[in-house]
């Protein structure tokens, strides 16, 4: 009997430790930190898909979510990316990640593909806070068909201008 309750304790004991230690930082990994939004278009469309995303059947088949902001000229685009549970598609290749904010409980990384963009506009960095994820896998080719709305930033407020795959969240 004491040989169980010890054996016990000792897994009890290794568990711990092993989910007690920090991620390490390698090189497939990328720490963002957390950012607080100071653009009110870019948090309400935030919220906007957010809440859309609780409404459907299958919403919480899609946890988290990417903005991609670039700009055209004095246009700014921002496309809003449902991300599923296998997080196909959260970094990609041709995107520079910046940092992620967390609305009703779904967290947005926040990216662009200019390499110059000016984040500051529109979030302000908190550093104190930190994110490791994982680099996306550059030899593999996902065919994971994210849910993705198009907008136009139009100063206060934002139109949007397309929504793909919006079926695969469901009713």
């Keep these: 009997m004491k040989i169980k309750i010890l054996f016990f304790i000792s897994i009890l004991f290794v568990s711990i430790q092993l989910n007690s230690a920090s991620p390490t930082k390698g090189e497939n990994k990328i720490v963002l930190p957390y950012l607080e939004i100071k653009d009110d278009v870019i ?11 609780l409404r ?4 919480f088949l899609w946890p988290a979510t990417k903005i991609t902001l670039s700009k ?43 390499r110059n963009f000016d984040f500051d506009s529109y979030f302000i960095r908190d550093n104190e806070i930190e994110k490791t ?39």
């Design 56 to 59: 459907k059947n299958r919403g």
């Design 72 to 114: 055209t000229g004095d246009k700014l685009f921002f496309d809003i990316v449902a991300i599923d549970n296998s997080w196909c598609n959260m970094l990609t290749r041709d995107e520079t990640p910046y940092g992620f904010f967390v609305i009703g409980g779904r967290m947005f990384v926040v990216a662009s593909k200019d």
């Design 43 to 53: 948090k309400f469309a935030a919220t906007d898909v957010h809440q859309m995303i």
């Design 133 to 171: 994820f994982n680099r996306p896998d550059e030899t593999e080719n996902t065919t994971v068909k994210n849910p993705i709305w198009q907008y136009l930033h139009k100063g206060t407020m934002a139109t949007v201008l397309n929504s793909l795959n919006i079926r695969n969240l469901g009713r």
